[in-house]
């Protein structure tokens, strides 16, 4: 599926912008419902289940994964700025120092052994200091005060999701190789989460993600990764499996919500996550009907609904459809009256800036 032809490409960023703000959307929708099975979230908002922010009474938030996913930026941006100076830096310490950084607005100490991060431009802002359910397997891993390893893990059984749903912004780094995204975002992923899943699984999304800002289609992407997933050496076998079937899925098209988790799980795992959200992004396509919205528009409502109404983690799954989505189309396809309900989008798009700003160098 492509749909740049004939007209120019989103810039690179278009793409920042549109993924940060694009999985921070569908994390606000899906937080909304993240512990609701599908018979309550009916009962809520109908039978369509939940469709838009206009639904929500209370006002919206985003979750630990637009947390997570932001200071993934700050670490990355951190790791450049040095590079850009003519330093050298290990990058996956600057994750784990911006981790570590989350860690402390949550209220968990970590252990005397651990670094004491400087406090850096994101750390200022209140919205990130909310505890938004924050994963339990994030939250230990990091306060072991141990810098887990694909070699030396924390939580060595761990393949909980919030490895995936924090990892789209190494996809957004430009003039790096397939290989170097996806050996940055498994070793990120080791600092919470040591079941090789977990690494995998964040390391083929944030490879998705790369593909699309490259220029690829979302169809052609989401076939090339889950043909590499399968080659990965010493692979866990559940990850090319999910993704062969949320691919196969797709092809039948939209499913009630009982079989898409009966099919693909309910996203509380990392394999699990990924798949449901390839399957939402693939299984809806942009069209031309008439009606105030763009197809690329239509298209982003469209999946982000199927993502957030299946009963599973909904904020996890709609959060890296929106990365997905907001990667390939840019912010073109960010719906301006759900971006309207956005928690904080200064902070997001601050940050969206940062990385822009280091990647290209403009203001």
Not at 22 to 33: F, K, R
Not at 167 to 175: C, D, E, I, N
Request: hydrophobic share 40%; glycine share 12%; proline share 6%.
């Amino acid at each position: 599926m492509s749909i740049h032809t004939g007209a120019p490409a989103p810039t690179l960023k278009s793409r920042i912008h549109g993924s940060l703000l694009g999985g921070a959307l569908g994390d606000a929708l899906g937080y909304a419902v993240e512990f609701d099975g599908m018979d309550e979230i009916r009962r809520r908002f109908g039978a369509d289940g939940l469709t838009g922010f206009e639904a929500l009474s209370g006002g919206s938030h985003f979750s630990d994964d637009t947390q997570l996913t932001l200071y993934t930026v700050d670490g990355l941006v951190e790791a450049l700025e040095w590079a850009n100076s003519g330093v050298g830096a290990d990058v996956n310490a600057c994750l784990w120092l911006a981790y570590l950084r989350w860690l402390a607005t949550q209220g968990e100490p970590a252990p005397a052994s651990a670094p004491v991060p400087q406090p850096r431009w994101i750390d200022g802002h209140t919205v990130l200091h909310q505890r938004r359910n924050p994963g339990r397997a994030c939250i230990s891993g990091l306060a072991t005060g141990e810098m887990g390893t694909a070699v030396r893990p924390v939580n060595p059984e761990s393949k909980g999701c919030g490895t995936v749903m924090r990892s789209a912004p190494f996809g957004l780094v430009p003039h790096i190789t397939p290989d170097a995204v996806y050996k940055l975002s498994a070793d990120a992923a080791s600092l919470t989460h040591g079941h090789p899943s977990a690494r995998q699984s964040a390391g083929i999304f944030s490879l998705l993600v790369h593909r699309l800002v490259s220029g690829e289609g979302l169809a052609e992407a989401a076939a090339g990764v889950t043909a590499h997933a399968a080659t990965i050496t010493g692979v866990a076998p559940e990850l090319p499996e999910r993704l062969q079937a949320a691919l196969q899925l797709a092809d039948k098209g939209i499913v009630r919500p009982e079989e898409l988790t009966q099919v693909l799980g309910g996203g509380w795992v990392a394999e699990e996550a990924l798949a449901l959200a390839l399957y939402a992004v693939l299984a809806t396509t942009p069209d031309d009907s008439d009606g105030p919205d763009t197809p690329a528009v239509r298209h982003f409502r469209d999946a982000i609904t199927l993502a957030v109404n299946h009963g599973g983690d909904s904020d996890s799954t709609a959060s890296v459809a929106g990365n997905i989505l907001g990667a390939y189309y840019g912010e073109d396809c960010l719906p301006g009256d759900w971006l309207e309900a956005l928690e904080a989008p200064d902070v997001i798009r601050g940050m969206a800036d940062l990385l822009v700003r280091v990647t290209t160098g403009e203001g």
